[in-house]
């Protein structure tokens, strides 16, 4: 069963990796059909912006083949349905994780359980917070249960920490009752960061990071460094842990980590994790239980969750081009035309 599709559909996509000229957004790519019994269609209305895609359009993450659609989340409607399918069924109203959600139409396959289902009469505001939260928010919910288990009384370097990512891990390990030592290039993040929970702020731009750290955590070093910087700050996230520290590198902001000896490692007997979101979310259960646990801490109000600015989809390069450049905080997402 399904709702009229039509054959094309307006997409933002890239036929070659490079830089910001690359990005092209037309009304040319075909809609996808239902292939096998456990498809189905949705029919987007919003999808959440990550740093992720810069690193796809520039070849740090492979891409497959061409035209590579972005987009890693949405929300939308079902609008077409495999015979197979069972939870599931046109008109309803679902956010969800997949590749190629910078697109009016996304097929996913219900044999990959990433979706949440939402309520028939979810508003506008609704669709866009589930459409933008479920990336960003798993991800600080799965690592600071996983990749680094954040206990009570730890200090925690938490980088970008007015970033999309950071401001929700702020936040939560706040709440687990460790201390947050956030890192952000300007006062005004910091600010942010503070009204998040932050008990301690280092500019980038103007402080001695790796003094400050000593200074909070009287010449220990911290538990846990979340660093999502990546090459630029690698050095200074290892020299800022304590003995037996842990460090957790999950992003390549300024670009990927450069190769090194294990033998770094060896003097503070540090852990190191280079995690991704995917790889903690594989099971039904898995996908159950931390989104599970997301919409509960978000609707309890244990976390707050607001969309630094929504950009119309055909004005993705611009958005890009803030949130490389530095210039954004939070969540920045996109809407899709109907
Ligand atoms: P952010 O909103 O955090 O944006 C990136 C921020 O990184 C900037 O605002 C900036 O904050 C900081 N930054 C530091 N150095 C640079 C640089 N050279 N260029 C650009 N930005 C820099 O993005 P997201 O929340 O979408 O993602 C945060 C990071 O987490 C990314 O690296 C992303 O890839 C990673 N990630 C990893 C996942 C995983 O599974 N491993 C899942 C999701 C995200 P400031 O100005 O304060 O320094």
């Given at each position: 069963m399904s709702k009229e599709i039509p054959k094309t559909q307006s997409a933002v996509y890239i036929n070659e990796l490079g830089e910001y000229d690359k990005i092209k957004f037309d009304n040319s790519i075909p809609t996808p059909k239902i292939e096998s019994s456990n498809e189905i269609i949705v029919k987007n209305y919003y999808a959440g912006i990550n740093f992720i895609e810069a690193y796809f359009r520039k070849g740090i993450y492979p891409v497959g083949k061409f035209p590579y659609v972005f987009g890693r989340e949405a929300s939308g409607e079902v609008v077409a349905v495999g015979d197979d399918v069972k939870n599931l069924k046109v008109g309803d109203k679902i956010a969800y994780l997949s590749p190629g959600t910078f697109a009016q139409y996304t097929k996913i396959t219900t044999n990959d359980h990433k979706y949440i289902k939402l309520p028939a009469n979810s508003t506008d505001e609704d669709l866009k917070i589930f459409g933008s939260l479920l990336l960003q928010g798993l991800t600080a919910l799965t690592f600071i249960n996983e990749a680094y288990k954040v206990q009570k009384g730890d200090n925690i370097l938490v980088w970008a920490a007015a970033g999309g990512v950071g401001k929700i891990l702020t936040q939560l390990i706040t709440n687990l009752g460790a201390n947050v030592i956030a890192i952000a290039s300007t006062d005004e993040k910091l600010k942010l960061a503070k009204e998040n929970g932050a008990k301690y702020l280092i500019n980038?731009?103007?402080?001695?990071?790796?003094?400050?750290?000593?200074?909070?955590?009287?010449?220990?070093?911290?538990?846990?460094?979340?660093?999502?910087?990546?090459?630029?700050?690698?050095?200074?996230?290892?020299?800022?842990?304590?003995?037996?520290?842990?460090?957790?590198?999950?992003?390549?902001?300024?670009?990927?980590?450069?190769?090194?000896?294990?033998?770094i490692l060896t003097p503070k007997n540090i852990k190191l994790a280079r995690p991704t979101l995917n790889s903690y979310i594989v099971t039904q259960e898995?996908?159950?239980?931390?989104?599970?646990?997301?919409?509960?801490?978000?609707?309890?109000?244990?976390?707050?969750?607001?969309?630094?600015?929504?950009?119309?989809?055909?004005?993705?390069k611009q958005a890009t081009q803030d949130l490389e450049g530095r210039k954004t905080h939070g969540k920045l997402t996109l809407k899709i035309p109907q």
């Open positions: 980038s731009s103007t402080d001695d990071i790796e003094g400050k750290v000593k200074e909070f955590t009287n010449g220990k070093g911290v538990d846990a460094s979340f660093d999502s910087v990546g090459k630029d700050t690698f050095k200074t996230s290892l020299n800022s842990l304590k003995r037996k520290g842990t460090f957790i590198s999950y992003g390549n902001s300024s670009g990927p980590v450069e190769n090194f000896g294990l033998g898995e996908w159950d239980h931390y989104s599970q646990e997301l919409l509960k801490l978000y609707k309890e109000g244990k976390f707050k969750f607001d969309i630094y600015k929504t950009y119309d989809l055909k004005d993705y």
